[in-house]
């Protein structure tokens, strides 16, 4: 069956220096990833998604490039902002959304 | 942006007794999900429901849960009965179609005892 694997369960860093969570994802077929952010007390929300190998998308300073190759889609930001401390899920699906496979998540907390 | 509201936020309820986990999916949204996630393990996909039936459930969705949305009102998870397993945050989620974005609520806290 499906899976999605994020290695790190928490990230500690300094504003300003870059962010990468790391997603690896097993599938028999071509899936769409996600990544979701939760914030304290929030609903998990949509952060961005990707559909074409090597597409990157952005949202928020945040990009991600699917590797089909690698069986990868890591979340990367170039410089941490206090506010991106929250919880990061990568997911994948078979079609656009329905039925979400999530990872296990990778809190990140950025301090001043 | 578009809200899923899920009340209560928290809920104990007594092992074997009934619960009723309610959503308040997006108003023009047509495709429905809960997912359960147990306090440190990942979350994991239960049901999709649409035009009033299950789509497709997962082995997690026993035969103790059951899913309903009458006359397009809260869309509900009921357990019936409980049992000390079923402890975990679940999160209902609705999306516009099979193939656009998911939004998802807070989540409730279940806790049986």
């Known amino acids: 069956g499906d899976s999605v694997t994020q290695t790190e369960g928490l990230v500690t860093l300094t504003e300003g220096l870059p962010v990468m969570l790391n997603c690896t994802y097993q599938?028999?077929?071509?899936?769409?990833l996600f990544w979701y952010v939760q914030h304290l007390n929030e609903a998990p929300k949509l952060l961005l998604k990707?559909?074409?190998?090597?597409k990157r998308p952005e949202h928020q300073g945040f990009h991600a490039t699917l590797h089909k190759s690698s069986s990868s889609f890591h979340l990367q930001k170039s410089s941490a902002q206090l506010s991106d401390s929250a919880l990061y899920y990568c997911?994948?699906?078979?079609?656009?959304?329905?039925?979400?496979?999530f990872g296990g998540g990778t809190r990140l907390t950025v301090r001043p | 942006g578009p809200k899923v509201l899920q009340i209560p936020s928290h809920q104990i309820i007594d092992m074997g007794q009934m619960v009723t986990l309610n959503c308040d999916p997006v108003?023009?949204?047509?495709?429905f999900y809960w997912y359960k996630q147990i306090l440190g393990q990942q979350m994991e996909f239960l049901v999709n429901?649409?035009?009033?039936?299950?789509?497709?459930k997962s082995k997690l969705f026993k035969d103790q849960f059951s899913v309903e949305r009458p006359d397009g009102s809260y869309f509900t998870l009921k357990i019936q009965p409980t049992a000390l397993e079923d402890s975990a945050v679940y999160f209902c989620?609705?999306?516009?179609?099979?193939?656009?974005?998911?939004?998802f609520g807070k989540g409730t806290r279940l806790t049986v005892v």
């Open positions: 989620a609705s999306s516009l179609g099979s193939e656009t974005e998911v939004f």
């Open positions: 599938s028999t077929y071509s899936p769409f």
């Open positions: 990707s559909f074409t190998d090597n």
């Open positions: 997911a994948l699906s078979g079609n656009a959304g329905a039925k979400l496979t």
């Open positions: 108003s023009n949204h047509l495709y």
């Open positions: 429901f649409y035009n009033g039936k299950v789509m497709e």
